[in-house]
Every structure is written in C-alpha cells, then in structure tokens.
C-alpha cells in the first residue's frame, strides 16, 4: 500500500454515493490515482448499502449496481485491497490501549492498524474522531466532511 491513501468507508461511500463532499472525493482520487482499502472497507461498504435500501434512501436496483462498480474498480486496480488478519487485530487492540483520550471505535483502530501496517500515505475520512487518533499517530489526514466551529469560551448572558 506504500505511496496509496488508504480511505476509510465514510470516504469512500462519497465516491460511490452522491453526498456532501463527493465532487472533493472525486478530485482527490483523480489527482492521487488509486487508492487503498481493506476487505474490512469492503464488507462495511456493503453493510452501508444495505442498510440505505433498507432505509429507502436508495433502490434494490441502485444497490446492486454500486457493489458492482466497486467490485469492479477492484478488478481494474482503481481500489487496491488488503486483507485483514490477526496482527493487525492484536494492533487495533493495542491502539485502543495506546490512544486512551481518543474515543477510538474497534473497527476505526482497525482501519488504523492497516494504514500502519501497509504504510499508506495517509487516510481519507468523514470521521472526525478518525481524523483525531490518526494525528495522534502522525498519520497524514484528509477530512471528507465540515470541519467542527471553533466555540468561544465566553460565558453568554442568558436572558431574564
């Protein structure tokens, strides 16, 4: 995976699905070529697609057709898949450990025990929080989603 960005399904799911911050998606992935995903990005891709036919957000047929677009992206060397095993496991489980301030979901250390292991370039997220443990982890980070307003610290009156 060296020299690839590994995106994380919140990202990719704006390649494939029309969202905010799909056109920036796709710029991206024109300037960069291919990139980087896991079975695990796969398997969540389609529980994601699922889970919108389900929602009636998109049609049994639309569905269909995106796994199928993706599985053939796969084919022609756009998306580059890795495998998961139990090393990058145990390490998902260590990150857990190492990032106590970072309120890390299993499947986020996961995708971050890959991008470690395969030396990608970076990720590419909608996740905020994954944006949070990969800096922590001097991973490079491309944010697919609006990032948080910085709050003033000044108490406001409140009304009487």
């Given at each position: 995976m060296n020299g690839l960005w590994y995106f994380d399904t919140g990202a990719l799911a704006k390649w494939y699905l029309n969202?905010?911050?799909?056109d920036e998606v796709e710029h991206f992935i024109q300037q960069e070529?291919?990139?980087?995903?896991?079975?695990?990005?796969?398997?969540?891709m389609?529980?994601?697609?699922a889970r919108r036919r389900r929602n009636n957000e998109i049609s049994p047929t639309l569905e269909m057709k995106i796994f199928a677009t993706m599985q053939e992206?796969?084919?022609?060397?756009?998306?580059?898949r890795h495998s998961v095993n139990d090393s990058h496991l145990e390490a998902a489980t260590n990150l857990l450990i190492t990032l106590i301030n970072v309120p890390l979901r299993t499947l986020d250390a996961?995708?971050?025990?890959?991008?470690?292991?395969y030396q990608a370039n970076g990720v590419a997220t909608s996740d905020?929080?994954?944006?949070?443990?990969?800096?922590a982890l001097n991973i490079a980070t491309k944010l697919f989603a609006k990032k948080p307003s910085k709050q003033s610290n000044k108490v406001k009156r409140k009304p009487h």
């Open positions: 969202e905010n911050y799909s070529g291919a990139v980087a995903v896991s079975s695990l990005t796969i398997t969540e389609r529980c994601l697609l992206d796969l084919r022609q060397g756009y998306l580059v996961l995708h971050l025990a890959l991008i470690v292991d905020l929080i994954m944006v949070q443990a990969a800096q």
